[in-house]
């Protein structure tokens, strides 16, 4: 692949890709979407920064999703969180009545909710997770097993 | 299936277009065409700024600075309007995070193998003086008139029309100092660990306006205005966490204070690193940390190497942004591997300006315009002093040189600004100089001769004048005339036992000293002394009135900020700690604040309060508002007491707690 973006129109295409991607994962992890916007600025200015060159289209998906899984880990527990404007928790997107599995996916601990999310929303491999999340493939099938177990406890008609 | 039903869940979430928008916009501006040209700009700003002789330094210093002499020596305007050049290969202009980052990993890794030997700490060498980053945080009130500023001073109080209250003791006027309490004549602030607490005071009527649990530990505080300006401790998430360790991040709150006192959280800025020093100029807040990048954990073992990455990761931010790579500058030699960053912010707006220099600093010396930022380094010749000058003024902060003096310097009192000068006084190895650079840095003067094998206690600068105590077992107070800057010519010099270690000037013709009595044989220390100088003829500097507290008497707190000396009162109030006999025949240390009056007879004790010893007592300082004294006892778990006093005896009127 070319080396990426030097053009605004790159800049648009890279965005058009990859925002709903990289807003989704942080949403996850975060429930928040005033930090998931937060989350996603930070994935693209590095982006910038770093310039990387991707060798095909997977490898350059790969990058942005594991970025996002990073920046969503550190920029939460972080002091460079400003809490003056933060309107905490509000999920403009869901519907309390349509959405019960995305509550039921909500109620896991912020680390399951992204392996979850990442299994079932992306259909990456236990590998492709582990190597994005920076965990062993065995602690990533623990996480999926046990957020499962618990998804089954709470959508009792659910088939997975 | 749950796979299809989470699936339709998360497509109704979608990173919403206006977020989007911006981050566009963010990362257009962060490509390499965007950056050329905003940095020329500034660029053509500073040769403006150059040409109408307002003070630009071409550095002179050890290879620091050769690429910005180079830049703004060489460049001329068509130069600097072209839209693609490549990146000079010195010190600053960097236009992309490549070209910033290659040139830091390449020092990093030099600066690592040259010295990972005996300076693997942190990176941070030989730049942390002991003691000297607690002793000298800042503060005094005099010299109103001699430092004029060119904009109206900002002063803490819009609500008392008449100021009759004190301030905090200020270096230079108009250019205010961060302390852990603040009044503006009606409500007294105070700060001590993570506890905000607002006072009401009124004609010796203290009460409680309202307290707020912060969420970090917080060590120092401005007042502009209705606007408390909140400074926090370090805050770092590390496991190992110190003062000075790595990832380290200086926190402001900025809160608005209503007509009853209550305090409401208005804004928050976050910079890289720990807290150094911190001064308000024209309502905004002149930050100063030093940023240890993580990688520096890492300098023990031999064989890492910084990687690009690692710098890109590691690079000071503010608000969670890196800084613009035009921001950030990278002497040819570092004398660490760290960040020395600086920030304009405006706790009103919210809008802030930074810069960062690879390096570091200990304390700051600040005037209306200029920041200077300085340390310590070793050289096999002894201790020399590295200073940073930085332009800070109308929102805007930009490095303009740096300089670098044999001999150490005392604490921020050691500086001082005058007609576009800087003087500077500095023990040199066994002896002690004084030395005065022009606007470009260079030394223009200097003069030395003063206590051969001592060292400075004190320093003050009042116009053409300087005074300098140096001490070994006797005082020598010597009054200097630097009226002509190349010529520096000793008047006099008074030797008296003892030595002050702050010095303020009293009114027209007097100087307070504030010290240690000492023993002339042994020059052992031997308790709190006060001394009155008449500086009427600096030829003839006498001392005019002493006061001894006794052999037992010494200083607890930062002697800058807890003395207080107010002229048009006429008094001088101050805590210290004693040793008693108890009835069990034991020596018990208790705390006393004392307010003493000066007059022709010298010192006169109008009243003091003793504060039974105890260990959880930080601080214990006193500030007077019309005719009370209030004395604000602040504690380490975060409680604080006001106690209300009559001005002419120190009669108990009232108190309170938090």
Redesign the interface.
């Known amino acids: 692949m070319e080396r990426a973006l030097r053009t605004n129109a790159a800049i648009e295409n890279i965005l058009e890709k990859y925002a709903d991607t990289v807003y989704r994962i942080a949403f996850a992890r975060t429930k928040n979407a005033h930090d998931a916007e937060d989350i996603m600025q930070e994935v693209f200015m590095r982006f910038i920064k770093r310039a990387p060159v991707f060798e095909s289209e997977e490898h350059e998906k790969a990058w942005f999703i594991r970025v996002a899984v990073n920046c969503s880990k550190s920029l939460l527990a972080s002091p460079w969180r400003n809490r003056v404007t933060g309107d905490q928790g509000d999920t403009p997107f869901f519907d309390k009545e349509k959405s019960e599995v995305w509550y039921a996916v909500a109620s896991l601990p912020e680390k399951t909710r992204v392996v979850i999310h990442l299994y079932y929303y992306e259909d990456m491999s236990v590998a492709e997770i582990a190597s994005a999340t920076g965990k062993s493939q065995s602690a990533v099938k623990t996480t999926l097993h046990r957020g499962r177990q618990r998804l089954k406890e709470i959508l009792t008609n659910e088939e997975f | ?3 299809d ?6 497509n ?5 277009e206006d ?2 928008a ?3 916009d ?3 501006a ?2 390499p065409k965007r950056t050329v040209l905003t940095r020329y700009i500034a660029l053509a700003a500073a040769c403006i700024i150059a040409v109408a002789g307002i003070a630009v330094a071409i550095p002179n210093a050890e290879n620091i600075g050769n690429g910005i002499s180079a830049l703004l020596g060489g460049a001329n305007f068509l130069e600097i309007f072209a839209p693609e050049e490549p990146a000079p290969e010195g010190t600053e202009g960097f236009k992309t ?2 070209q910033l980052c290659a040139a830091i990993t390449d020092r990093v890794n030099t600066y690592k193998e040259d010295n990972y030997y005996y300076e693997w700490n942190l990176g941070i060498g030989g730049i942390i003086d002991e003691g000297v980053v607690e002793e000298d945080v800042p503060t005094s009130d005099e010299l109103k008139g001699e430092d004029i500023l060119e904009s109206e001073p900002e002063t803490a109080p819009d609500r008392e029309e008449n100021k009759d209250f004190s301030d905090t003791n200020n270096q230079v006027a108009g250019v205010q100092e961060a302390d852990v309490i603040k009044t503006d004549g009606k409500f007294i602030y105070t700060i001590m660990k993570n506890v905000l607490s607002v006072f009401s005071a009124d004609e010796g009527e203290v009460s409680l306006a309202c307290k707020i649990i912060l ?2 530990e917080c060590r120092d505080m401005m007042l502009i205005g209705n606007r408390l300006v909140i400074i926090s401790k370090n ?1 770092n ?1 590390t496991p190992h966490y110190t003062d000075t360790d790595w990832n380290t ?1 200086t ?1 402001v709150y900025t809160y608005e204070i209503d007509e009853k006192g209550k305090a409401s ?4 800025f ?1 910079q890289s690193g720990y807290y150094i020093s911190s001064r308000m100029v024209d309502g905004k807040l002149i930050l100063v940390t030093n940023h240890i990048p993580e990688y520096t954990r890492h300098f023990y073992e031999k064989d890492y190497e910084v990687t690009r ?1 690692d710098v ?1 990761d590691n690079l000071p ?1 503010t ?4 800084l613009p790579a035009d921001c950030i500058i990278v002497p040819d030699d570092i004398i660490s591997a760290t960040f020395l960053v600086a920030s304009v912010y405006d706790g009103k707006s919210g809008e802030s300006k930074s810069t960062a220099i690879m390096g570091a600093g200990t304390d700051i010396y600040a005037d209306a315009d200029t920041l200077y930022v300085y340390c310590t380094k070793y050289k096999e010749d002894g201790r020399h002093t590295l200073i940073n000058r930085f332009y800070a003024k109308n929102g805007d902060i930009y490095h303009t040189g740096s300089v670098l003096l044999a001999g150490r310097y005392n604490n921020q009192y050691s500086f001082d600004e005058y007609n576009g000068n800087l003087r500077v006084a500095l023990t040199r190895n066994n002896d002690n100089v004084l030395y005065v650079l022009d606007e470009k840095l260079d030394i223009i003067g200097e003069i030395g001769g003063m206590g051969i094998n001592e060292s400075i206690k004190s320093v003050r600068f009042s116009g053409d004048l300087a005074y300098v105590v140096t001490f070994r077992q006797t005082d020598p107070l010597y009054a200097i005339d630097i009226s002509d800057p190349a010529n520096p010519v000793i008047l006099s010099e008074l030797k008296i036992p003892g030595f002050s270690t702050y010095m303020q000037s009293y009114g027209e013709n007097k100087m307070f000293g504030f010290g240690n009595d000492a023993d002339i044989e042994t020059g052992w220390t031997q308790g709190i002394k006060l001394s009155m100088f008449d500086t009427t003829d600096p030829n003839d500097v006498k001392e005019e009135a002493t006061l001894l507290l006794g052999e037992n008497t010494y200083f607890a707190e930062n002697v800058l900020k807890a003395v207080s000396v107010q002229y048009d009162k006429g008094i001088v109030m101050f805590p210290y700690i004693d040793y008693v006999n108890t009835e069990y025949g034991r020596f018990s240390e208790i705390r006393v604040f004392a307010l003493y009056t000066y007059t022709e007879n010298g010192f006169t004790l109008l009243g003091k309060d003793v504060v039974p010893y105890d260990h959880n007592v930080a601080n214990v300082r006193g500030i007077y508002i019309g005719d009370y004294i209030y004395v604000i006892t602040l504690f380490y778990d975060g409680n604080a007491t006001v106690n209300s006093y009559t001005i002419n005896d120190l009669t108990p009127v009232d108190a309170c707690k938090n």
């Open positions: 299936m749950f796979g039903k989470y699936k339709k869940d998360m109704n979430v979608k990173a919403p977020a989007v911006r981050i566009s963010k990362m257009k962060g490509k995070y490549n969420e970090h805050i998430d991040v926190k959280l208005a804004d928050e976050v990455d890109l931010r608000n969670g942004n890196d």
